[in-house]
């Protein structure tokens, strides 16, 4: 009998080309509630982490009661330039289906909120493909292993039948932290020098290419 095998995704950066519409959001956001505007990279080096890990670590003097107004804003920002931006990389759908056609099963760990991923899944048509999915809301941010550890859980499925898919530091350092293996997309928020210190298996330089490179691990464990 055949055992299951598993593709963790992360979401943004990894499958919806959304950094930018991140990046802008952050800054109207800051702008609004009268932070100092963050750069750039210290923007790309939050995304990922839960919205509340990542606000405290952009503005670290900031009550709770600014953190909780920060995050409404940057959501509105957010949803409001999604309505009218939202885009996936290149060949994500046709490549997450013949995923699903060689009898792999696909899930994601986010750092967005559950009514964030549900919208986007809703709006990009991709809700059916995945078997699974957790976000930061749900339970610990990343790179804690939890999000991963309650997927293996709830899909029966071992460690190392599982691989994890992401684009930044933080994806591939909760997939170590839950002893799967990792593959860097070198095409969103980090680079491969910056993926490479956490050992994955490979990195995928477009969507696409993926697919070989998952196909390539699993043979390689058979």
């Known amino acids: 009998m055949l055992k299951k095998k598993l593709v963790i995704f992360d979401w943004d950066g990894t499958i919806e080309d959304s950094i930018l519409l991140i990046i802008c959001s952050v800054k109207q956001a800051a702008s609004t509630i009268g932070f100092s505007e963050p750069s750039e990279n210290d923007i790309r080096n939050i995304i990922g982490l839960s919205l509340w890990n990542a606000v405290s670590i952009l503005f670290p003097n900031s009550t709770k009661l600014e953190q909780e107004s920060f995050i409404n804003i940057y959501k509105a920002c957010y949803k409001s330039a999604q309505q009218i931006e939202l885009r996936l990389f290149e060949n994500v759908g046709v490549t997450l289906e013949r995923l699903k056609k060689k009898n792999y099963m696909l899930a994601i760990a986010t750092g967005k909120s559950r009514d964030g991923l549900d919208r986007s899944l809703h709006m990009t048509g991709l809700t ?56 860097g997309a070198t095409y969103g928020v980090h680079d491969q020098a910056i993926l490479a210190k956490h050992l994955p298996i490979g990195f995928a330089r477009d969507f696409e290419e993926i697919l070989s490179l998952v196909d390539r691990h699993f043979a390689e464990k058979n």
Request: charged letters at 20%.
């Open 128 to 183: 059916n493909l995945f078997d699974g999915s957790r976000t930061a809301d749900e339970t610990a941010s990343k790179p804690d292993p939890q999000m991963v550890l309650d997927l293996l859980k709830q899909l029966n499925i071992a460690p190392t039948n599982a691989l994890m898919i992401g684009d930044s530091k933080h994806d591939l350092e909760m997939a170590q932290n839950a002893s799967i293996a990792s593959i």
